[in-house]
């Protein structure tokens, strides 16, 4: 039903319409409608450039039908992926996108741990990394923009190399 592949630049209008959705959904109430419309503004004006992986980056989405229902950045640094922009239609959660998600990434990946950050104050993505087998090894207070700072759990796991292709 659903597919994984990599990111390419044409998918941009669907990754930013995905991201406004996914954002409006996950922070209104966690982050509040101030810092939200700060992000949808930095989202409007910059479009996808900010999110999109750049060099030494990598970048994959989840398809059904051509519609891009999940997205996954992370980028390998000394032994560990460093893994952001992981956001699932709401629409779709709970249907199997966000573990296509992480078995690509880890797939992907040379490195031998994944690590991840999540706001503190969400509950579903904190239970749904936990059920993915990451554990809590860190908090920090996180700048997602200037004018936004969120409290964060730094969540990892081992990479499964028996699951890598």
Same mark, same amino acid.
């Given at each position: 039903? %659903?597919?994984?592949?990599? *990111? #390419?630049?044409? =998918?941009?209008?669907?990754?930013?319409?995905?991201?406004?959705?996914?954002? *409006?959904?996950?922070?209104?109430? &966690? #982050? +509040?409608?101030?810092? #939200?419309?700060?992000?949808?503004?930095?989202?409007?004006?910059? +479009?996808? &450039?900010?999110?999109?992986? =750049?060099?030494?980056?990598?970048?994959?989405?989840?398809?059904?039908?051509?519609? *891009?229902? +999940?997205?996954?950045?992370?980028? =390998?640094?000394?032994?560990?992926?460093?893994?952001?922009?992981? %956001?699932?239609?709401?629409?779709?959660?709970?249907? +199997?996108?966000?573990?296509?998600?992480?078995?690509?990434? &880890?797939?992907?990946?040379?490195? =031998?741990?994944?690590?991840?950050?999540?706001? $503190?104050?969400?509950?579903?993505?904190? $239970?749904? %990394?936990?059920?993915?087998?990451?554990?809590?090894?860190?908090?920090?207070?996180?700048?997602?923009?200037?004018?936004?700072?969120?409290?964060?759990?730094?969540?990892?796991?081992?990479?499964?190399?028996?699951?890598? &292709?």
């Amino acid at each position: 039903m %659903y597919s994984a592949r990599p *990111i #390419l630049k044409k =998918d941009t209008e669907n990754l930013v319409r995905l991201w406004r959705q996914t954002w *409006i959904a996950t922070y209104t109430e &966690s #982050l +509040g409608a101030d810092a #939200l419309e700060a992000m949808l503004s930095n989202l409007d004006a910059h +479009g996808a &450039s900010a999110l999109l992986p =750049d060099n030494g980056e990598h970048g994959y989405c989840a398809v059904v039908e051509d519609e *891009i229902v +999940g997205s996954a950045i992370f980028a =390998d640094r000394a032994g560990t992926a460093y893994l952001w922009g992981m %956001y699932v239609s709401p629409l779709r959660q709970r249907g +199997g996108v966000g573990t296509l998600l992480l078995e690509a990434v &880890s797939s992907a990946s040379n490195s =031998d741990r994944l690590e991840i950050r999540v706001l $503190s104050n969400i509950e579903p993505a904190r $239970s749904f %990394y936990t059920k993915q087998g990451f554990k809590i090894t860190g908090h920090e207070e996180t700048e997602i923009m200037p004018t936004v700072h969120a409290n964060c759990l730094i969540m990892s796991r081992n990479i499964d190399r028996s699951q890598k &292709s």
